[in-house]
Each structure stands twice: as structure tokens, then as C-alpha cells.
């Protein structure tokens, strides 16, 4: 019996009969042989941390573009935070932490430079819009491994496609927006949880709210401590979804009401701070002056980006290249075609 197999067996053995088994996956875009040692969805796993998108994480923003400080999230770091969170509870709940981990690690590959301002940006200048789950999806299918993808999982890219649904559906398990598995649906619970409460401990450190400015029934149930607060919404849904003992996770009604109580509130006063907002807004002049330019350029858009030949449509093409920039670079482009330099 291969390594693989034992693995797959000890997972029939120990996981829950609503996890997803990494020998029952609906399989790949293109099939290949598996793994002698890995798992189907560990192998995901794998490629995800080894490819270039991820590492692009590390310089692109989460909330506060550029900052001086050496101690705010990055999109990578959420990423870590997120996968976290999510293996902590479906370890709790015996479902399958490497399908787990591997949509946690690539939920946000398809994020653009300057967080949800060049999401916002894109969005406006796309003529087919821009979605950021939708284009991670995109860089795992086609564009990553320099244009091969990453022939990932169908489990795995669903829960990719579906972590995220906007500002307007926080909490969703069960309806046809969810994920198809319980490993999806708790990515999707822990990205929530991991951006409401490091957004607010990164605004506590950058001095633009206080604790005393958050409601006070948030923290009286949450708890006044970034670890506690975590730790609450992380048990209660453990402990409520065990006790419901069905295929979607649950809350209780009173963290629940907190959590997106205090969703709310950091919309309100962090994402909408007039802070935050000017530096929103020059982001998405940046971004969208960048797309305009090389639409009306695509010689000097080839040129840049260093292609031989375009395999899409120009605008599907800069579309791309903006969403796969870091945030220095994306500066650094813009100020290369649009400031002037001295003349020596």
C-alpha cells in the first residue's frame, strides 16, 4: 500500500462523515496521476505555497496601504491568520485540515495591489467588472505556473470561489452561495473572523479609533482582548455546530449578533475613516490611471509586462497584469509613467 493510501485510509478512519475525502474528490480540470506520498488536497496545498501569487502576498495591502510600521497585516499575513483559524476548527470538528488549509492559503490569490481599493478600481474600469474571489479562481486555473495553472482540486476551488460573497453576506452556510463542503464554509467563517478582529487591533495600533469607541455590548460579549475575542467566536462555533450535528456550521445567536454588530462598526468607522479614505482614494486613481494607460497603449503594455503574445483580450490581459501587482510596484509603474524625472 503507497504512503497515499495509508494516509487516505486514516482519514476514513478518523474524520467525520461530513468532511470531504481527498480519494472521493470530484477530481481536476486535467487529470493526472496522484501522488505516491500525498493526499489529493495536500498536493494542493503544496502548490499553492509554492507559487509566485502567494509570495506576492507579503507586499500587497490588507487595510492600510503602505504603512511605516513593521507590525500591520499584509494580505499575507491575513492569509496565515485566516488558515489559523480555519485548521483550529476543523480540527475540532474532525473534518479534513488539508482541504482546509489549502483553500485558507489560496482564498485570496487573486486580490489586487492596495486591498479593496484596487478590488474597487478594477471593478470600475473592467468592462466585465472584477471580483476578487473570482479572479483567485483565475490565477489558480489558468495563471498560475506561468500560465499553466495550478490544476487544483474541484473541492479546492470551490471553496476558492466562494469564500467571499462582499460586504453585504457576512455569515452564509447553507443557502446556494456556500461552499459545497464544511472546509469551505469554515474558510469562508474564518476569513471573517481573522479580518474583524486583526483590522481592529491594527486600528487600535495606528491611534484612528480607541477601545472605548467600539460598541460595549460587542466587547462584553466578544471579550476586551484581541486573543479573547478569537477565542470566543472560534469556540462557539465549535461548540454550536457540534451540537447541531448537521453538514453547515452555526453560531449562537448572541456572538453571532456581535460578531456582525462589530462587522458593522468597522465598517463604519475604520474602512469609512477619513483617513483611510483619502489614502482609499488615491489608490484608486492609481490603479485605474494605470489601467486606462496601458488600454490605450497595449505596445507599451506589452512592452512592460514582458509578454511575447497575448492569450486573452487586451483589457482580460491588463486586467491580470494590474490584480497581479504588489502595491510598491504598482507605485513604482505609475511613477515611471506618469511623474516626471530630472534631466541630466
Known sequence: MLIREKLEKQEHETLSRFAAFSDQSKGRIRPEEPCEIRPAFQRDRDRIIHSKPFRRLKHKT????????????????HTIEVNQIARTIARALSLNESLTEAIALGHDLGHTPFGHAGEYALNQCCPNGFK?????????????????????????????????KGKEHPFVFRNEDAPETMEGKIVRAADIIAYVNHDLEDALQAGLVSLADVPKNCLSILGERHSQRIDKMVSDIIYQTLEE?????????????????????????????PIIRAEFDKAVKVVCELYEYLVRR???????????????????????????????YALSLYNELFLLKPWY
Open 245 to 273: 450535528n448537521q453538514p453547515w456550521l452555526s453560531m449562537s445567536p448572541d456572538v453571532l449578533n456581535a460578531t456582525e454588530l462589530l462587522r458593522e462598526w468597522l465598517f463604519a468607522n475604520v474602512y469609512e475613516n
Open 132 to 164: 476578487h474571489w473570482e479572479q483567485s479562481l483565475r490565477v489558480v486555473d489558468i495563471l498560475a505556473n506561468d500560465g499553466k495553472g495550478l490544476n487544483l482540486t474541484y473541492e479546492v476551488r470551490d471553496g476558492i470561489l466562494k469564500h467571499s
Open 62 to 77: 490588507q487595510v492600510f496601504l503602505a504603512p511605516a510600521g513593521d507590525h500591520y497585516r499584509t494580505r499575507l499575513t
Open 298 to 328: 497595449p505596445e507599451k503594455f506589452i512592452q512592460i509586462s514582458g509578454k511575447s503574445e497575448l492569450r486573452f483580450p487586451v483589457e482580460q490581459e491588463i486586467t491580470d497584469f494590474i490584480a497581479g501587482m504588489t502595491d510598491r
